[in-house]
C-alpha cells in the first residue's frame, strides 16, 4: 500500500475512534470545573465535547462556587466555566485571581436580578415596593435564592438588608438549586404573588413571562461577561494550539439559554444538549476548532 495511504487512513480510524468515545492511547488528562447549576453544566459540556475530539480525556467536577474556585486556583481543576467579571464573581476573583489566567469571554450581557411573573400587578416595578405594608401583605413573603455562597445569594442579602424587608415580614432563605426551581414552580403553579432571584442565561427566562424589578443601589452589580479561566500552571503548559482554539470559543446568551432549554424542559442530559448544539452549528464549531497558521505547534 501506498505510504501517504496508509497513513491517511490510520489518521482517518483515529479520528472515527474519538468520535465513538474511544481513547487513544495515553491521552492527555483534562478536568473541568464548573458551579453546579444546569446553565454551567451545558456551557462545561461545550469545552468537554471540543476536548474529547481532539483525543483528551476529560473529567468533569461541579460544586458550590465557594469549593470550586480554590480547586482551580490549586490545580485540582484546570479550566473553570465561568468566572462572571467584573461584578459577580468579584469576591471569588479578587482573592483567587494569582493563580488564574483568563482565556476567553464564553458569553456577555450576563446579568443578576430580582424578578416577579408578569401576572403581579404593575405596582410592583422595583425592590423597593415589597417593602410597602400594601404589597408585601398580599405577597407570598418567602424570597428564595440559590446557595448561600453564590453571587446572586451574597448580593440579595444586601439588597434585603438595605431596603429593610424584614420590617415588612419578608424572609430571605437559601438552598439547592433543586430547592430554588422547586419553590419557583410551587408558586407558579399556585398563581402566587412572590418574587424569585433570578439571572440571565437561564431556562426560566424562555418558559415563563417575567419581569426583572429595579433595583438602583446595584447590590446585584451590573452585565457581566462569563469568563472561562484556566489555572496558570495549566495555561503555561498547554499548547499554543489548545490555547488558540480556546481563545476562538465565543457562545450566546441565546445559545446557553437554549441548552438549558433542552436540559430543563426536554429533559436531554446537559451532555447531549451540547451535542445538539454542536450538530446546530458546524460552522462556528469548525471556526473554532480549525487551525490556524498563527496556532502553531
Known amino acids: 500500500m501506498n505510504p501517504s495511504r496508509r497513513h491517511t487512513l490510520h489518521a482517518l480510524a483515529a479520528t472515527a475512534a474519538v468520535g465513538l468515545g474511544v481513547r487513544p492511547a495515553r491521552a492527555e488528562m483534562l478536568t473541568i470545573g464548573h458551579p453546579a447549576l444546569s446553565f454551567y453544566e451545558v456551557t462545561a459540556a461545550v469545552i468537554q465535547l471540543l476536548f474529547e475530539r481532539q483525543g483528551f480525556n476529560v473529567a468533569v467536577q461541579s460544586g458550590p462556587h465557594a469549593q470550586m474556585f480554590p480547586k482551580v486556583a490549586q490545580g485540582q481543576v484546570d479550566l473553570f466555566v465561568a468566572v462572571w467579571l467584573p461584578d459577580a464573581h468579584r469576591q471569588y476573583w479578587d482573592e483567587y485571581r494569582s493563580e488564574l489566567v483568563e482565556l476567553t469571554t464564553l458569553y456577555d450581557d450576563a446579568r443578576l436580578y430580582w424578578a416577579v411573573p408578569a401576572y403581579v400587578p404593575t405596582d410592583v416595578r422595583a425592590v423597593a415596593d415589597l417593602a410597602k405594608p400594601e404589597i408585601a401583605q398580599r405577597m407570598h413573603r418567602t424570597i428564595r435564592s440559590t446557595l448561600p455562597d453564590s453571587g446572586l445569594s451574597i ?143
Open 155 to 297: 448580593g440579595g442579602r444586601k439588597i434585603f438588608d438595605h431596603y429593610r424587608l424584614a420590617d415588612a415580614g419578608w424572609r430571605f432563605e437559601t438552598g439547592s438549586a433543586q430547592d430554588w426551581l422547586a419553590h419557583f414552580e410551587a408558586q407558579i403553579a399556585a398563581k402566587a404573588e412572590f418574587v424569585m432571584p433570578l439571572w440571565t442565561p437561564q431556562w426560566l427566562n424562555r418558559a415563563h413571562k417575567l419581569r426583572v424589578l429595579d433595583e438602583p443601589q446595584g447590590f446585584l452589580g451590573g452585565l457581566n461577561r462569563a469568563v472561562l479561566v484556566a489555572n496558570k500552571d495549566w495555561a503555561r503548559n498547554v499548547s499554543r494550539k489548545q490555547k488558540a482554539m480556546l481563545k476562538r470559543v465565543s457562545l450566546s446568551l441565546k445559545a446557553v439559554t437554549e441548552m438549558d432549554l433542552w436540559v430543563n424542559v426536554d429533559r436531554m442530559s446537559a451532555r447531549d444538549a451540547a451535542r445538539k448544539w454542536i450538530a446546530n452549528n458546524p460552522n462556528t464549531v469548525n471556526y473554532w476548532i480549525t487551525e490556524s497558521e498563527e496556532d502553531g505547534g
